[in-house]
Structures are given as C-alpha cells and as structure tokens.
C-alpha cells in the first residue's frame, strides 16, 4: 500500500498533517505530532500585528517620549496575548527542527504588502523548509474593488518569492468574486501551493453589554464540503499542490478530500479535540479503507472524483444546486426527507 505523496516539493510519506494551531507551541505535543507519523509540522502564523505592535513599541520607546503611540499600540493584543513573540517565533522554529525529522512549515498571516518580505527572509534562515502565507483579509471598504483586493495578494506572493528559496504556499478564504480566476493567477505568479481555506471566526454580539465579543468555534466535517467543490474544481487546472484545510476529522474526511484533487490534508480542530495521537488513528483507517476498496495508492485515489471530465464545472455544480432544491419533499409520516437520485 504506497500512501506517499508530493505537497510543495516534499516527498511525504502520507498526506495528514496538523494545520497552523497553538499544538506547535510545545515541544512535547510537537514529538508527539512526529510520533503520531505527521507528513509535516505546519507551525501557528506568525501575525502582522505582532510585528507592527513590536516595531511601534520601538518608536515609541526610542524615538517619542510622549504619549503619541499609545492609543495607536492600544488597537493591538497585548504582547502577552501572543504566545510566541517575533523573535520566539523564530527560536521555536530552531527548536522544532532540531526535534523533528520532517519538514517545518511556517505561516505569516497578515493582509498588508511591504513587511513580508523582511520575515519571510528571517523564517527561511531560521531553517524553515516552507512558508504558508495566511492572506486573511475581510474586505469591509465600499471603494475597494475587487481586482485590488486580489492584486494585493498577487503582489505580497511575488514579494515573499523574490526574497526566499523555499516553497511558498499561499492559504484562501473561500470569499473571493472569482476564486478560479485568482487561483489561476497565483499560480502563474509561482505559489507553489493553495491551501483551501481559512476559518474566518466570526464575532458574535452580546446584546445585553451591547458589545461585540470574540467567539471561537472548532471546524466539524460539515464544514469540508465547501473544500472539497474547489478541490475539485482547481484539480489539474493549477500546477501547484493543493491542500485541505478545515473540516478534516477522520478518515472519510480525508478520503473525500484526496479524491475532490488533494495532495495534502491538513487537520486541526481534530487534533485540537482529541489530541496528536488521532492523526495516527485516520491513517490506520486511511489505509485500511483503501485496501478494503482495492486502492494501491493515494496517486491513484488523487483527483478521482474532481470536475476535470466536466467542461463546465460552474454548470454542473448549478445543475446539482437546481435538482437538489426540486426535488425537496416535506417529511411525512415520520419519514426523513431524501433527495430523489
């Protein structure tokens, strides 16, 4: 049974890894993760407020000695609210290389060009073997259009692979007017990996405070359907290496998504739920349901089931959206509702 697969360069022994969590930030969890036979360790991001909040706190302290920075350092967390700082960051990513045999991923997460470049330089000669830029960005200005929005994410990609050597991937959300078109042009500006998607966590409202109050919800298996339409739409329309992320929470899961056009499958909120030790339970399972269903390979089981035959994937998924919706029948007799097929 060959599991093996290739994701931005590496030949892993399987595709499960854990996404970008706190569970880096232990060294033990990080054996732990390496135990539990992880393809790869994709380290938590490294955010743009944390370096903005650094090099402010530098002006203010060096350069201005009255209060003119104050309340701008008050938009961010508070420095003990990181659990690793900038330069703990990079000490950690020492730390884990020395501990683990298998590639390290770093993440930048930020949505603003021209302080990428420097850190991304810092992560690679830290001995990073990756970077995942996570472009999280909401896009709240009215007069924004959106061809700036993605050419922002275009311009900081071509920055970071100008100053690095390593594999850059880049991480989505799903929020974009034409996700294909984007896709596409990342790709031709060299990512060498799409990571599918980031978690937007939405804030909730108290109304009794009249307040807005930060809510944090973990990913279940529902939430890879989304994943796994574009998946299979981007399967073979992109050169890069296309990974799950969110949504993954055992075997089938990851099956889905290997067959929808996944090279690698990123788990999180598994992992976060039930420990590191879980990985190594959907691999068991990953190999057991293949050779059960007569699969040699995950290269055979890759892209299986994505849209490439189709030559109109937004039709056949609109054809799929129309039929489900006509034949909705109320449930009766204590009968549950299926859809005619």
Known sequence: ???????????????????????????????RL????????VMHSLFEEQI??????????????AESFAEALSYFP????????????????????RLVSVPVIASLNGHTPGWWTEYARRLQDAGA??????VYHVATDPAEPAAAVERRILEILRAVKAS?????????????????????????????????????????????????????????????????RWLAILCDHVRASLA?????????????????????????????RRGPEHLAAVRRDLEAWMQEHGYESVAQMRGSLSLRRCPDP???ERGNYVRLLQTWRPEGAGRPWRPRV
Not at 34 to 41: F, L, M, Q, R
Not at 52 to 65: D, G, K, R, S, W
Not at 79 to 93: K, T, V
């Open 34 to 41: 390496e135990d539990a036979g992880a393809a790869a360790i």
């Open 244 to 272: 799950a992320s969110g949504g993954v929470h055992t075997a089938r899961d990851a099956i889905k998504a290997i067959m929808a056009g996944a090279d690698a499958v990123q788990m999180t909120s598994a992992l976060l």
């Open 1 to 31: 049974m060959d599991l093996t697969t290739t994701y931005l360069g590496f030949h892993l022994p399987h595709p499960l890894m854990p996404g970008a969590s706190p569970l880096v930030d232990d060294l033990d969890t990080v054996r």
């Open 129 to 134: 073997d990756a970077i995942e830029l996570n």
């Open 314 to 316: 937004a039709a056949f």
């Open 164 to 228: 690095v050597t390593i594999p850059v991937a880049v991480k989505l959300s799903p929020f974009y007017s034409s996700l294909a078109h984007l896709a596409a042009e990342l790709d031709a500006a060299g990512a060498d990996g799409l990571v599918l998607f980031n978690r937007f966590y939405q804030p909730d409202i108290d109304p009794e405070a009249l307040d807005v109050v930060l809510h944090l919800e973990l990913s279940t298996s529902a939430e890879l359907l989304l994943r796994l």
């Open 78 to 97: 508070r420095s003990g609210e990181f659990a690793l700082g900038p330069e703990q960051y990079l000490d950690q990513i020492h730390r884990i290389k």
């Open 52 to 65: 903005l909040q650094e090099q402010l706190a530098t002006h203010y302290h060096v350069e201005t000695p």
